[in-house]
């Protein structure tokens, strides 16, 4: 146990000595809340490397490394994809990273935990900054301060305080004359534009029936098709695309395959202005089930299902505490067991 505390302890310090590598000096620190700077498609991957669209600038990613364990080798796992990680990022103009840390002597055993954070970092090479966030910062099940970390940079400590805090840091990011011309073609910044016209990078409106696609989906259609017509999704995986909605939720769509070529099996949002004869999002479930007679209420993997077969595909309603909770349609004949898979699997 504590040959295992000090490789967490290590792996913590070490994080803080090159957050303070990268920004040099004191010079131009200001406040980070560990916000994407960028419009971008966030890549989910998980614990891998395989990247959906690997050639897009600015670069967007998000990871999950809480399994860096001892008993089952996690941590020399996670190590072994370090590489290819930052080979992914060293080409691109803009860079922007979340990830989330956990290490354990053995998972099977919570109380092992050995440290634990969520991290955000950036970097943009047309205006030579970069920056760092962290937050749940914990050691050994405690939640830290991070200032309290042996060789924690003494400027940084004003913008850390219970667990969280970021810095960012201009003038020590190499900038490059080509990215430069980059973002003088097209401001890759939120909000931007060509030469910086501030063209809105903002969410899709929202509304519509539910039938054989929603919002614009289809189902069937190909990935590529998807991205056409709809634009650059909000987060994308391997499987999905999802798009964030004005006034909040999302609309998503799950693959057969990955690739351009992938067709969509399940369409679902939690918007509330498409609805599917009336039922949407916030509905009765009581009134969803005078609507559509005959539906079956079932659970899959902890998902509680209304299900109803419609010419040409299965309409479904999740739901929780008698209300609607999202809308879905998924490829008829589709197992209910695979729909459920995909739903849980869908970006958040």
């Known amino acids: 146990m504590r040959r295992a505390a000090g490789t967490g302890l290590l792996t913590v310090v070490l994080l803080f000595i090159s957050l303070h590598a990268a920004l040099a000096d004191d010079q131009g620190v200001t406040g980070y809340d560990g916000k994407n700077p960028f419009a971008c498609t966030l890549q989910q991957v998980g614990q891998g490397t ?11 990613v998000e990871y999950d490394k809480r399994h860096q364990n001892i008993d ?7 190590l072994s994809k370090e590489p290819a990680r930052f080979a992914a990022a060293s080409s691109k103009c803009f860079y922007f990273q979340r990830d989330h840390w956990r290490g ?16 955000s970092y950036f970097f943009d090479k047309a205006r030579g900054i970069g920056g760092a966030y962290v937050e749940n910062f914990s050691f050994a099940g405690e939640t830290g301060d991070p200032t309290q970390l042996p060789g924690f940079p003494d400027q940084y400590k004003p913008y850390f305080s219970k667990g969280r805090g970021g810095v960012q840091k201009s003038g020590d990011v190499t900038v490059d004359p080509n ?13 931007g534009g060509p030469g910086g016209a501030g063209v809105s990078h903002g969410c899709r409106v929202p509304g519509g029936r539910v039938g054989h696609g929603i919002g614009g989906i289809r189902l069937g259609a190909r990935r590529s098709g998807v991205r056409h017509a709809l634009g650059a999704p909000t987060v994308e995986s391997l499987r999905f695309v999802s798009y964030c909605m004005t006034g909040g939720g999302r609309l998503a769509a799950g693959f057969g395959k990955a690739g351009a070529s992938g067709r969509a099996l399940l369409v679902m949002t939690n918007s509330t202005p498409f609805d599917a004869r009336g039922i949407h999002v916030g509905s009765k479930v009581a009134d969803a089930k005078k609507r559509f007679p005959y539906t079956r209420a079932l659970t899959r993997r902890g998902i509680r299902l209304l ?12 739901i929780a505490h008698g209300r609607v909770r999202f ?9 209910l067991a695979r729909v459920a898979k995909l739903i849980r699997a869908a970006p958040r």
Do not use: M
């Not at 299900?307 to 999740?318: A, D, I, M, S």
């Open 307 to 318: 299900v109803k077969g419609r010419h040409g595909y299965t309409l479904l309603f999740g």
């Open 179 to 191: 990215c430069v011309k980059k973002f003088q073609r097209h401001d890759p910044r939120a909000g």
């Open 104 to 119: 354990y002597v053995s998972e099977s055993q919570p109380s092992t935990q050995t440290y634990a954070w969520d991290g």
């Open 72 to 78: 089952k080798l996690g941590v020399v796992d996670f």
């Open 327 to 335: 809308v879905a349609i998924s490829k008829p004949g589709l197992p």
């Open 50 to 60: 395989n990247f959906p669209e690997p050639n897009a600038d600015p670069f967007c």
